[in-house]
């Protein structure tokens, strides 16, 4: 809508005549009708409300609020933004849609400077389809909640009025990579080093391929089964039977020690 001044020469000087966002009184004092309007186009603004079926002023497109109700009641300011007439798609966090058209100015930058958002001024029936009975919004209800009446606006063709969306899908979670295969499994045996033919053999260790030494002694379960005592018996547990052979200088009796796997 429509400032009146209250001189023609104040009309003539300023070419544009301006609202501002509708609110509480408190929030009108501190208007003034010649603040500069912002051309800035945004991705997204908080609603504000404004006109209605009293509101019999003249808008900067051509129409009356009063009249808008009959021939086209979803409308929005920010023509100086966008031009005149043009269609705007609002929607909303939770998936709500109207279709609008750019019939008035506005509102004062110094009111989005107060709300700490850009503001698209709306109509009462733009207002109650986007979020309902409200009652009114201004740029304190803007401020006091911040982003609770916010829509993203986007150029459209198409017809004004309620329109269907739905609220943008949670992008899904890219899973983990899979780990990479493994040849063994729990139940497998565990696999050898592969050996070097070209190293040479450790001393320490006898021939696991090889015949062993002497004659095949008692039963066993492990070496500890041959060198019964303190004093090694100079014997090693192989195939479960006690045969001659050393690991280590403790299978050795008494002072002989274990050389190439045998006591001596």
Not at 12 to 41: E, F, N
């Amino acid at each position: 809508m429509i400032r009146k001044f209250t001189t023609t020469l104040t009309l003539v000087a300023l070419g544009l005549l301006t609202h501002c966002a509708a609110d509480p009184a408190a929030d009108d004092a501190a208007s003034d009708s010649s603040s500069a309007l912002s051309s800035s186009i945004h991705d997204s603004y908080g609603i504000t409300m404004f006109g209605g079926s009293g509101d019999f002023q003249k808008m900067a497109c051509g129409l009356s609020s009063h009249a808008a109700q009959q021939s086209n009641p979803y409308y929005v300011a920010s023509s100086q933004r966008y031009g005149c007439k043009v269609h705007l798609k609002l929607t909303t966090k939770s998936g709500k849609c109207v279709v609008v058209s750019t019939e008035d100015a506005g509102p004062a930058s110094w009111v989005e400077t107060k709300a700490g958002t850009p503001i698209l001024d709306s109509s009462p029936a733009v207002v109650q389809n986007l979020f309902g009975n409200v009652g009114s919004l201004g740029w304190s209800d803007l401020k006091k909640n911040p982003g609770k009446y916010s829509v993203t606006a986007v150029r459209t063709s198409l017809p004004l009025g309620p329109c269907n969306a739905t609220p943008a899908p949670a992008p899904t979670p890219t899973p983990a990579p899979a780990p990479a295969p493994t040849t063994d499994t729990p139940d497998d045996p565990p696999v050898d080093p592969p050996v070097d033919p070209g190293a040479p053999a450790d001393p320490g260790s006898p021939d696991p391929g090889a015949t062993p030494p002497g004659p095949v002694g008692a039963a066993c379960s492990g070496d500890g089964s041959c060198n019964p005592g303190t004093d090694g018996s100079g014997k090693i547990c192989q195939n479960g039977h006690c045969v001659d052979g050393c690991h280590s200088n403790a299978q050795c009796p008494g002072s002989t020690t274990c050389n190439g796997g045998q006591c001596s």
